[in-house]
């Protein structure tokens, strides 16, 4: 049973340009989040997808964009890449039970490095 | 501002005695908590959690404590072994579930032999 899948794993791009990141969730998970580990920080909550849809953001400009597909594995699209930027982003699947979900199951993560 | 605090950047414990990490909160909306552990190159992996109706919880080595009236939670892991070396992360959640987790920085915890 494969766990959460991110891809690639490590990335560097320079300022200005555009990155897509890629996650495939554990096996029977439909909901998708994403998160920013800067380095020596804890995660910070970018965004989740459920059916398709943003369901909830956290505090992330615009150029933070995401998109999740009927096989419910979802891509993180960052714009007009900062140095700031840089950081491991970390892909979590889970169920949605209504007014539970279960807990989060993480990728290991894409290292995003902006020169 | 650091809504979920790990005031503890790093313990070390021998293998068999008792590793208490803590964690303080400062968001009173917070209800249901989380303890995750992190290898370096791995994702974290989800370790324990607690609801705020509850004030403990256990799992075989690993128990967590919630006391909301000091928004504080520690989590205890009895007796510690060298494979609970890693780096533990207390996240929470206004959500009532495991959703929209707001983390804190992290304990490195090292069990020496």
């Known amino acids: 049973d494969a766990g959460v899948t991110q891809s690639p794993t490590h990335l560097i791009k320079t300022r200005g340009q555009q990155v897509t990141l890629r996650c495939s969730p554990k096996s029977g998970h439909d909901t998708v989040s994403w998160y920013q580990q800067a380095l020596g920080q804890g995660p910070q909550f970018i965004f989740q997808y459920y059916e398709e849809e943003e369901r909830q953001r956290g505090n992330f400009p615009d150029r933070f964009s995401g998109h999740q597909f009927p096989n419910y594995s979802s891509e993180l699209n960052v714009n007009a890449l900062l140095l700031g930027d840089s950081a491991l982003y970390l892909c979590?699947?889970?169920?949605?039970?209504?007014?539970?979900?279960?807990?989060?199951?993480f990728g290991n993560g894409t290292r995003l490095t902006v020169t | 501002d650091q809504q979920v605090k790990q005031n503890s950047p790093s313990l070390s414990v021998q293998e068999g005695r008792i590793s208490i990490l803590n964690c303080d909160y400062t968001?009173?909306?917070?209800?249901?908590f989380l303890w995750y552990k992190k290898y370096p190159a791995e994702g974290p992996t989800f370790l324990i959690s607690i609801s705020s109706i509850k004030d403990k919880n256990e799992d075989g080595r690993f128990t967590v404590f919630l006391n909301k009236s000091a928004k504080h939670l520690s989590l205890h892991i009895v007796p510690s072994q060298p494979g609970d070396s890693a780096v533990y992360f207390c996240a929470a959640s206004d959500t009532g579930t495991a959703s929209k987790l707001t983390f804190g920085t992290g304990t490195r915890l090292q069990v020496t032999l």
């Open positions: 968001n009173s909306m917070f209800d249901y």
């Open positions: 979590a699947s889970s169920v949605d039970r209504g007014s539970y979900n279960s807990p989060l199951h």
